[in-house]
């Protein structure tokens, strides 16, 4: 039972698309996380939010756009993307940010063509 | 800079043979987490097990357990009893202790475990 939920779970948009990732914890979690995943390879950290606000952004492009509207909520706003942005997009959360233990949701596969 | 290494991309077992996956990683810190990650096809990534650095026990999770050699920075994973549900991809992670605003966790490549019937 997966205790993070991501929406959708697939997601196929065109270059000019808006779109959007959603990812919900109600474990009373206080930190939230984005990852990119690229098939058979580890996740890459993307951004960080610790109590509802953006802690770390891993250099990601601007065509990416995290929000946060509470501590259970996690968004990303995609824009103009590119094809090679094609990947899954894991959310996780945990206790706080310095508690390493994560629990992931199940992820949204993103294809862009 | 932290590193973490899974020198086996690729590894089988047997069902009900047990089977250990390695990890090795450079840190000089004293005090760090070490982690197992499991990630079975289109599912989710769990938490299989994980160590405190700074215990001496080795961390067990019924099937699942570490050899944890924190002078040689190795942390293998040890599956008994192998069942066909233990097939997939298996991440080792580090993280430090005291990461202040340094919070990622470092992963190793992953090693894609098949389980034969």
């Known amino acids: 039972d997966t205790e993070v939920t991501q929406t959708p779970k697939h997601l196929v948009m065109g270059m000019t698309n808006k779109k959007s990732l959603k990812c919900e914890q109600h474990?009373?979690?206080?930190?939230m996380y984005w990852y990119k995943q690229k098939a058979k390879k580890p996740p890459e950290l993307m951004f960080v939010y610790s109590y509802e606000k953006l802690s770390i952004n891993e250099s990601v492009p601007s065509r990416f756009s995290p929000e946060c509207p509470n501590s259970s909520l996690l968004n990303l706003h995609l824009h103009a993307l590119q094809p090679e942005d094609s990947a899954l997009y894991l959310c996780?959360?945990?206790?706080?940010?310095?508690?390493?233990?994560?629990?992931f949701g199940e992820g949204s596969r993103l294809t862009v063509l | 800079a932290q590193t973490v290494t899974q020198s086996q991309p690729e590894m089988s077992v047997q069902e009900a043979e047990t089977v250990t996956l390695s990890c090795t990683y450079d840190t000089s810190e004293s005090d760090y987490y070490l982690f197992w990650y499991k990630q079975p096809p289109s599912r989710q990534m769990i938490l299989v097990i994980r160590?405190?650095?700074?215990k001496q026990q080795n961390a067990t999770e019924n099937r699942f357990s570490v050899n944890f050699q924190k002078a040689a920075k190795s942390f293998s994973l040890k599956i008994s009893d192998s069942q066909l549900g233990d097939a997939a991809m298996y991440f080792c992670?580090?993280?430090?202790?005291?990461?202040?605003?340094?919070?990622?966790?470092?992963w190793g490549l992953g090693t894609s475990l098949a389980v034969n019937p």
């Open positions: 992670a580090y993280r430090r202790a005291n990461a202040g605003n340094n919070r990622k966790l470092i």
């Open positions: 474990m009373g979690h206080r930190a």
């Open positions: 160590q405190e650095a700074y």
């Open positions: 996780a959360s945990s206790r706080t940010a310095n508690t390493g233990e994560l629990f």
